[in-house]
């Protein structure tokens, strides 16, 4: 009998025990220290060991995974690689592709315009108008390929010259297609504000006339003999629009002048000005010379366009 009672009382022990250590808090439960100990599978030598805790382990755990989590954010935000991950990324993708095909129909629209502009200046300078007749013009559609509306005759030609020599010119002007000069102050509007016959011109050389202006001939200008190396002179304030050099016209220089006027001065020797230059009344530009495979003299081929149409210089202007 006694065997029963003392087996009894050490069941309600243990029961006791077991509910004591059920009652202990998870906190309590996760701070419970344990040793991790690794031994050779062989000799039982032991190797190293490691005191651990439920919580411990949890924090390294939780610590791990939120740097593992912070690094891989750090690295799709600041690091091209966002671009593998696919559906990240492609709103800003799409717009820098936008923004990238705005910038090169603007550049090729100014390209076409240049182009546009170069085209019609060297026909002018060369006299080779034959593309800006009334019959060329009506033969072609009303748009070119580039989207450019297409001269409807000679007068429109020269205009066009007028309106984008200052919009769509050298680089080196920067000049809008009113308002003055950045460089100079110089009035460059070529609006209609005044008649050419209202306007003062200066001489750009002192010489006898030996080939007067003949449109009907393609002779947009008129011819004077002087000596070579004589020092041209801009007939009014302006900016330089075109210096260069043709196998036809040898040296020749462009200046664009306010009330919508284009000088032309070819065959030259030397040129001082480059395009984009303002230059002033009276100021030298070039000297004479003997230049270009139309040229059998040293002399001054000179040309002054109005509103886009050659006008007879002499006119307008004393040479003698």
Not at 10 to 23: G, H, I, K, P, W
Not at 144 to 151: K, M, Q, V
Not at 169 to 185: D, I
Not at 246 to 273: C, D, F, M, R
Request: with cysteine; charged share 20%.
């Amino acid at each position: 009998m006694q065997k029963y009672l003392v087996a009894a009382r050490n069941f309600l022990l243990s029961f006791r025990q077991s509910t004591a250590a059920e009652e202990r808090s998870w906190f309590e439960r996760l701070r419970d220290r344990y040793r991790l100990v690794i031994v050779n599978d062989e000799t039982f030598e032991e190797i190293s060991s490691l005191k651990l805790s439920p919580l411990s382990v949890y924090v390294f755990l939780s610590s791990l995974i939120v740097g593992t989590a912070i690094l891989v954010t750090l690295i799709i935000i600041y690091t091209p690689l966002k671009r593998y991950i696919p559906g990240y990324g492609d709103l800003q993708r799409e717009r820098e592709i936008a923004a990238m095909a705005q910038k090169a129909a603007a550049l090729e629209k100014e390209i076409n315009a240049q182009r546009l502009y170069s085209e019609n200046l060297r026909k002018i300078l060369t006299g080779d108008l034959a593309d800006f007749t009334e019959e060329a013009v009506k033969s072609r559609s009303r748009l070119d390929t580039s989207g450019l509306a297409t001269p409807t005759s000679v007068t429109e030609v020269g205009g066009r010259l007028g309106e984008t020599a200052l919009t769509v010119g050298p680089p080196e002007m920067g000049e809008k297609a009113s308002g003055t000069s950045a460089t100079s102050g110089l009035p460059v509007s070529v609006g209609l504000d005044q008649p050419i016959e209202r306007l003062q011109f200066t001489p750009p050389v002192s010489g006898e006339i030996t080939a007067h202006f003949d449109p009907l001939k393609n002779h947009f200008g008129i011819d004077v003999a002087v000596p070579r190396n004589t020092a041209i002179k801009a007939v009014a304030d302006g900016v330089v629009i075109l210096a260069g050099y043709t196998v036809e016209t040898g040296y020749s220089i462009a200046i664009q002048h306010p009330h919508n006027i284009v000088t032309l001065y070819k065959h030259n020797s030397v040129l001082l000005k480059k395009a984009g230059t303002p230059v002033k009344a009276g100021e030298a530009i070039a000297l004479t010379g003997n230049s270009g495979m139309e040229s059998s003299g040293p002399h001054l081929h000179f040309e002054l366009w109005y509103c886009g149409r050659p006008v007879n210089p002499a006119d307008y202007i004393g040479f003698r």
